[in-house]
């Protein structure tokens, strides 16, 4: 389990290089260090705020790498879910990942990923999503961080 941080994290989206920096060179370079077992099933992304947009939007568009992805305090980038649409008709239906949302009830971005993960539903794709407690907080990720480990886990 890798948990990376954008050092730049109050940077538009549609200008940062996080994603090339996920898949180009982090995950390559891990893959060539480790022995990683082969195919998307045993791989897994997931953040928490900022690092969980990266995660549902890297994890959708780059579908064959990730197998599962995990969205904890999930924020929405402005202007995916207008993306939305496209990335779900590019999306091979047997190939879906695995996604779980999860959000405090009184976090500060609820009602925007609300929007997307209702979007997501009616869409028909699988995912689960929990409403828990809390707000957008260090607290809040800590108390759930033993569970989004299983979570990740549980085939492995």
Do not use: C
């Amino acid at each position: 389990i890798i948990l990376p941080f954008e050092k730049d994290y109050l940077k538009d989206a549609h200008l940062s290089k996080y994603p090339d920096a996920i898949l180009q060179d982090l995950y390559p370079g891990v893959a060539q260090r480790y022995n990683l077992k082969d195919g998307r099933d045993n791989r897994a992304l997931g953040g928490l705020s900022r690092g969980a947009n990266w995660a549902v939007r890297i994890g959708i568009t780059d579908w064959d790498m990730f197998g599962k992805i995990g969205a904890h305090s999930f924020t929405t980038f402005q202007g995916d879910m207008n993306l939305l649409p496209g990335w779900l008709e590019a999306l091979p239906k047997d190939q879906m990942p695995e996604i779980a949302f999860d959000i405090g009830e009184k976090d500060t971005y609820f009602y925007y990923s609300n929007q997307f993960v209702t979007r997501l539903q009616n869409d028909g794709f699988p995912l689960t999503y929990e409403i828990n407690p809390g707000g957008h907080t260090y607290s809040y990720w800590s108390s759930h961080a033993e569970e989004y480990l299983r979570w990740y886990t549980k085939d492995w």
